[in-house]
């Protein structure tokens, strides 16, 4: 038995691959990977380069999942992937690796158990937990790229500022309702230099952009965003073709436009280790939140079981979340309007949402319009409601 089909052996044994599709499966990597290989471009040798390599991906949704799936089926030897988050109904219709089935799920854990069953030569591994910046240099530290699927600005800017501080390449990728954004950034460049990164294309961390949950988003961008970041993985790692260094590319779907941003490498490393000492990698938006308008999901919890919860008045201000609690009642931020709320100065009012950013806007907005009634926003909303 050569090493090849050896190797192969081990890893469909690990992972427990059906019979039924043991038998029908060849063992050897060139026929599993016929008609990549097949390419001149990319050959066994480009093919190995794939098997050699080492991916982290950062978030296992719309972005996060095909990339995770395509890059494992194209024969990357290592993934890593991480999440914190479970499977919700309404990721369902983007996030299309995960099934009614999966709802409630680890993504994270999921997503590993997909690929696991799909692509016999990838490791893959995960970490259900949040990236912050106390874990974020040990997961970039032994991999090879980074690809950013999170929905979360804070997350991306973290990514970013390690990645280049340990020059680590980053594949980035966003989305805005029909937009969509590709990069990569801090690529080794043959004069020993490193290409442009986030902070060259936006220097500061915007506080007024929803995610895809507040404002929306088409499940045709998100797929088609994945892909071209995988695009950009695959021929980072082969060698093939021209990378997407320098520029940012926005492609809307609606209008079938395409821009490619110019971007140049300003704002170099030292810079950014100075930022990285001071920055928390929170919402910039929250940070900037009264104290004294906050509710800890500790002391929501204590309040709605203690004999006054009658005295609260919790309003969701997005449509469709997954709620741990009633509300008694659900306004869009869209549509908040204080004025044509009739209020009750003896109850205390709760805004919450996701995250805690646009119930924080519907606080002010109740606060200036009565100011004595007592008005409260859950902190960092229903995700931190665990």
């Not at 995960?98 to 970490?127: C, M, N, Y």
């Not at 104290?291 to 004999?307: C, E, N, T, V």
């Amino acid at each position: 038995m050569n090493d090849e089909i050896a190797s192969f052996l081990a890893i469909r044994k690990r992972q427990k691959i059906p019979k039924a599709i043991q038998r029908k499966m060849k063992l050897t990597k060139n026929q599993f990977f016929k008609r990549q290989i097949t390419l001149s471009e990319i050959g066994e040798i480009g093919q190995q380069k794939l098997q050699n390599a080492t991916v982290l991906v950062v978030g296992c949704g719309g972005l996060g999942g095909p990339v995770a799936v395509y890059l494992a089926a194209s024969g990357i030897g290592k993934i890593h992937l991480v999440d914190f988050d479970t499977v919700d109904i309404t990721n369902l219709h983007r996030q299309v690796f995960f099934t009614l089935d999966d709802v409630g799920q680890s993504k994270a854990e999921v997503l590993s158990v997909f690929i696991k069953k799909r692509a016999p030569f990838t490791a893959v591994t995960f970490t259900n937990k949040s990236i912050t910046k106390d874990n974020v240099f040990e997961l970039i530290n032994d991999v090879d790229i980074v690809v950013d699927g999170t929905d979360s600005l804070p997350t991306k800017y973290l990514l970013n500022d390690a990645c280049v501080i340990k020059n680590k390449t980053l594949v980035y990728g966003s989305l805005y309702k029909f937009d969509g954004y590709v990069a990569i950034f801090n690529v080794l460049q043959k004069d020993n230099t490193y290409s442009a990164n986030l902070r060259d294309a936006f220097p500061e961390m915007a506080t007024d952009i929803p995610n895809c949950e507040e404002a929306g988003t088409l499940n045709a961008i998100v797929g088609m965003m994945a892909t071209q970041q995988v695009n950009e993985v695959l021929k980072l790692i082969t060698g093939v073709g021209e990378p997407l260094t320098n520029q940012l590319r926005i492609y809307n779907t609606l209008q079938n436009k395409e821009l490619k941003m110019k971007l140049r490498p300003t704002v170099l490393k030292d810079k950014i280790a100075k930022m990285f000492q001071i920055q928390t990698y929170v919402d910039a938006a929250c940070s900037g939140q009264n104290l004294d308008w906050q509710i800890s999901a500790k002391d929501l919890k204590a309040k709605l079981g203690d004999d006054n919860s009658k005295n609260l008045e919790i309003i969701a201000v997005l449509n469709d979340l997954k709620l741990p609690f009633k509300v008694q009642q659900t306004i869009h931020i869209s549509k908040f309007d204080a004025t044509k709320i009739k209020v009750d100065f003896n109850k205390t009012y709760i805004m919450v949402c996701q995250r805690g950013f646009n119930s924080y806007k519907a606080t002010e907005k109740l606060k200036e319009k009565y100011p004595a009634l007592k008005v409260l926003n859950l902190t960092g909303g229903i995700s931190s409601y665990k």
